[in-house]
Nanobody
Framework: QVQLAESGGGSVKAGGSLRLSCVGS??????MGWFRQIAEKEREAVAV????????YYSDPVKGRFTLSMENAKNRIYLQMNNLKPEDTGTYYC???????????????????WGQGTQVNVSS
């Protein structure tokens, strides 16, 4: 079991930056990352990491702009978001869980361990 708490959301203008933080208290699951929900769309993986060192997954819309970093010993992850666009507006969730033989960005969709979410608003 793990409890996840996000912070760092807010409102910025297009081109600005935000840094999201997530701290997990409890078990350190092998997969950890960030999902987002934009308007009424389905939640989507944004940046996800496998603690075993299989690299970090980034969705195509955020590649080159967002960077996930991890403090493994502290069970913390961060999401540095640069050059934000209005289409990045949404609720961002920290997620953790098992891989269960799948890539982490797929496996975490079914995880039961989600934070409460933090809102990001980007104005044009």
């Amino acid at each position: 079991q793990v409890q996840l708490a996000e912070s760092g959301g807010g409102s910025v203008k297009a081109g600005g930056s935000l840094r999201l933080s997530c701290v997990g208290s409890g078990y350190r699951y092998i997969c950890m990352g960030w999902f987002r929900q934009i308007a009424e769309k389905e939640r989507e993986a944004v940046a996800v990491v496998h603690r075993g060192g299989d690299g970090t997954y980034y969705s195509d819309p955020v590649k080159g702009r967002f960077t996930l970093s991890m403090e493994n010993a502290k069970n913390r992850i961060y999401l540095q978001m640069n050059n934000l666009k209005p289409e990045d507006t949404g609720t961002y969730y920290c997620v953790a869980g098992l891989a269960l033989g799948r890539p982490c960005f797929e496996a975490l969709r079914d995880s039961q361990f989600w934070g409460q979410g933090t809102q990001v608003n980007v104005s044009s």
